[in-house]
């Protein structure tokens, strides 16, 4: 049963640490997402890739938050420095193109539960 | 731009009553729709999709939703709620030239004993 993992599932840090959040998509899936969950925003896309490629990254805090693929098995999202309202549920999720730019349903890890103090 | 609408924070159904959960959506062309569910704790789980052809979609768990175009429209239906379907609901559009998902705020779904 091919499932979307990431770790940890739960992080709890002080302001100003640096945070990773890691990925492992389905394998032979060729896009990856980022998304942050809260209450008040709902679920918000941070991230894109497609063939470990980054192309869009516009939902995302560029001062602080960076979003890499060193290879198709690892995804990471990094904080540096975290804040407070950093504190949010943290997905990933994975899935299929096909040749003709049709996207498939997206598979969601578990998620990351980022609480800054 | 495209965007979803869920007009409904919450929707509240007896057990064994039908239930409903609305999805408007506003894209530029023909859309890819999805809805997706989240039970506490966990992420989000793949229900169904409308990409192409008949506008009654059937999915997990004995889900189904309806396209409608004029109306632009896909609501999400289930003959006979179970209380375990109680959980957060998202519906979300894909519009022709983008590549990504967009979702909607979520609907919370309660079905009483």
């Known amino acids: 049963d091919a499932r979307v993992t990431q770790t940890p599932r739960d992080k709890v840090t002080e302001m100003g640490q640096e945070v990773t959040m890691r990925c492992q998509p389905i394998?032979?899936?060729?896009?990856v997402f980022w998304y942050r969950q809260t209450m008040k925003q709902g679920l918000e896309l941070l991230a894109y890739f497609r063939n470990r490629a980054p192309l869009d990254d516009s939902g995302m805090p560029k001062d602080r938050f960076s979003a890499e693929m060193p290879d198709a098995t690892l995804a990471t999202l990094k904080i540096q420095p975290s804040e407070p309202r950093d504190s949010a549920v943290y997905f990933c999720?994975?899935?299929?193109?096909?040749?003709?730019?049709?996207?498939?349903?997206?598979?969601f890890g578990p998620g990351t539960r980022l609480t800054v103090l | 731009a495209q965007s979803v609408a869920q007009p409904e924070d919450q929707v509240n159904v007896a057990e064994g009553n039908p239930l409903t959960v609305k999805c408007t959506y506003s894209?530029?062309?023909?859309?890819?729709l999805f809805w997706y569910v989240q039970y506490p704790n966990r992420g989000l789980q793949f229900l169904l999709k409308y990409i192409t052809g008949d506008n009654l979609v059937k999915g997990s768990y004995g889900f189904e939703a309806e396209f409608n175009k004029s109306q632009t429209s896909f609501h999400l239906k289930k003959p006979s709620a179970l209380v375990s379907d109680s959980a957060l609901y998202f519906c979300a559009v894909r519009g022709p030239g983008y590549s990504t998902l967009t979702f909607g705020k979520g609907t919370m779904l309660l079905v009483s004993p």
């Open positions: 394998l032979g899936h060729n896009t």
């Open positions: 894209v530029s062309g023909n859309p890819y």
């Open positions: 999720a994975s899935g299929s193109e096909t040749l003709a730019g049709g996207l498939n349903e997206q598979f």
